[in-house]
């Protein structure tokens, strides 16, 4: 094995995507994501059990063709890495075991992996020809899906994260989804929503921004219960009651319009609580990660405000925002290079591993 | 023949079993937790490899339980086999879960020529299957396997611990009603399948219930 760049196998099945990826250091080798989004549309979310069944028959296919993809066999393999949490629970039981699995018939060390930390270890991914990847100093983690949303610091990847701020109920994606069935837009509510919104008057409707009074939010020196924390829940209710009153007068519901003001609700209170937050924690390195950054609009004002904050931002390609492997894998072998121990084969997945647990 | 034999439809387990071997046994374990089974399996699997000697090369076949069982649980047992399977590049088989029991039974002083196995399938249901058994034969599977309630199974004795949970509406064997599915009788109810010269089913697993997802209706719209 090289230390220095060891060949690690990555396996990701916390959501609805099963994912394989390969990583040889800081190299990306392979990325290999198999989704079961489309089972989910008539439901309007992601269904806990479709997710587990669809994951059940995806996970070999999905590994046999990551191996083929990176030219490698599981004899060359350095180690396997898996997330063990957080996410669905059955979802992540079939990723755990498959990984058990290959340990025990390979031999090989694994490492049960947190997924939102692995969310920042894309950061430290090149492609092919570049200088090794390293992560900036004071860095800070935005991570927006439709399974969380939440701001990191990390004060080393492998050893000091902490959890800044997080949703208190609803994730912005799901937000997003349940908002999109409200209008009739279909599944997933996030790309449909940001492609409506485009033609409407965010300025028409102002939609309230959760957990922005002074109470929740305090002051810098004395902050409030949840100055960094984010709800969605009654934006939500929010916007279902404006549809309502529409409907109720007899008027037509300007679509476009109530499209556009609840994405600017998401965006506003999630940018500006980001950027709080990292203001106030000496963080100057911002990571974007998750689905949700595809959003033209998180993206637009993300880096607006950043950049009046002074503070750098990143975004990695889509592929690797999205839940998938190769994050799982690249964390895996930020361990290894850190000399951490790998985590045996007897851990339990935990659907709520804190950020604190970066590998169990 | 040395078959790895995996169930996790309602505890996990796992046996080695070969047709070489004295009383066909090559090493096995058992939990008697339902719900651990992602954390005890491979470790289990693990060591009994090691105490057995054997490695992957050794092995010829594995054959999983396919059900039915509560759906976690049961994916554990699948994706693992699946994925020991893929690595050693071995044929890969299900058997039905109950079967286990069937076979228990049928080596038992009290077995019936007809008879229900059935197992907990939560919510007040039973997992069940009906079996016939002639002297000298495998029990044959003639009805099942089916979930329900357990006042709807037919009135045959029956074995199993979903039989020992409703010991009123079925006709429950004492001896029999704490006993869960174990890969032990599973793998040489699948070695005596082979050797007879039958064939296997594949790794599909036998879930009976839907997803429990609902299709939103319509929003109501106000007026
Ligand atoms: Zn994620």
């Known amino acids: 094995m090289n230390a220095n760049e060891p060949l690690v196998l990555g396996i990701e099945s916390s959501c609805d995507e099963t994912g394989v990826g390969i990583v040889r250091g800081t190299s990306l080798l392979s990325n290999t994501v198999s989704s079961s989004m489309e089972e989910h549309v008539r439901f309007g979310g992601v269904i806990p059990e479709i997710a587990s069944r669809a994951h059940l028959d995806a996970l070999v296919p999905t590994l046999q063709q990551s191996l083929a993809e990176a030219g490698v066999t599981l004899e060359e393999v350095d180690a396997v890495a898996v997330t063990a949490g957080p996410g669905l629970a059955g979802a992540l039981m079939v990723g755990v075991c498959a990984a058990k699995a290959l340990a025990v018939a390979t031999g090989k060390p694994l490492y049960a992996i947190n997924h939102l930390v692995a969310h920042v270890g894309v950061g430290v991914l090149q492609a092919d020809g570049e200088r090794a990847g390293v992560l900036p100093q004071n860095l800070g983690a935005l991570l927006v899906s439709g399974g969380h949303t939440e701001i990191l610091r990390i004060k080393s990847i492998t050893d000091d994260v902490e959890m800044l701020g997080s949703t208190i109920d609803d994730a912005a994606g799901e937000a997003y989804d349940k908002v999109a069935r409200l209008l009739g837009l279909g599944y997933p509510g996030g790309p449909a929503i940001d492609r409506l919104a485009r033609t409407g008057n965010a300025k028409a409707i102002r939609f309230p921004r959760g957990l922005t009074q002074p109470k929740y939010m305090g002051t810098a020196e004395e902050p409030g219960p949840h100055r960094y924390d984010w709800s969605f829940s009654g934006l939500k209710t929010a916007v279902a009651r404006c549809v309502e009153q529409f409907e109720a007068r007899g008027e037509p519901v300007p679509v476009a319009d109530v499209a556009a003001a609840f994405q600017e609700a998401v965006v506003d209170v999630i940018t500006s609580k980001a950027v709080l937050a990292c203001r106030e924690n000496g963080i100057t390195s911002l990571l974007l990660g998750g689905g949700v950054a595809a959003n033209s609009r998180l993206r637009q004002l993300t880096r607006e405000r950043c950049s009046a904050a002074g503070i750098t931002l990143h975004v990695p390609p889509m592929d690797l925002c999205t839940d998938n492997g190769a994050m799982v894998a690249a964390l895996g072998a930020q361990l290894m290079m850190a000399g951490i121990g790998p985590s045996g084969i007897a851990f339990a997945p935990d659907s709520s591993m804190p950020v604190t647990t970066i590998s169990a | ?223």
């Open chain 2, 1 to 223: 023949m040395l078959i790895l034999a995996i169930d996790t439809s309602a505890v996990a387990s796992a046996a080695l079993v070969s047709d070489d071997a004295m009383e066909g046994v090559v090493g096995n374990f058992s939990t008697e937790d339902t719900r651990s089974h992602a954390e005890v399996l491979a470790p289990g699997i693990n060591r009994m490899l090691a105490e057995a000697g054997v490695t992957g090369s050794d092995i010829d076949a594995i054959v999983t339980g396919v059900g039915p069982g509560p759906f976690t649980g049961l994916r554990s047992g699948i994706a693992t086999a699946r994925t020991l399977a893929f690595v050693w590049q071995k044929p890969l088989y299900g058997m039905m879960s109950l079967d286990a029991v069937a076979l228990e039974v049928a080596e038992s002083t009290v077995a019936a020529p007809e008879f229900i196995v059935a197992t907990d399938a939560r919510r007040k249901e039973v997992y069940w299957a009906r079996y016939t058994l002639e002297e000298g034969q495998l029990p044959q599977l003639v009805d099942g396997p089916h979930v329900g309630f357990a006042v709807d199974v037919p009135g045959v004795p029956a074995y199993g611990a979903g039989a020992g949970l409703y010991p009123d509406a079925l006709q429950a064997n004492p001896d029999f009603s704490f006993e869960q599915p174990d890969a032990l009788y599973l793998g040489q109810f699948a070695l005596a399948r082979l050797a007879a010269g039958g064939e296997l089913p594949d790794s599909t697993p036998l879930y009976l219930r839907e997803s429990d997802a609902q299709v939103p209706g319509p929003r109501k719209r106000a007026l």
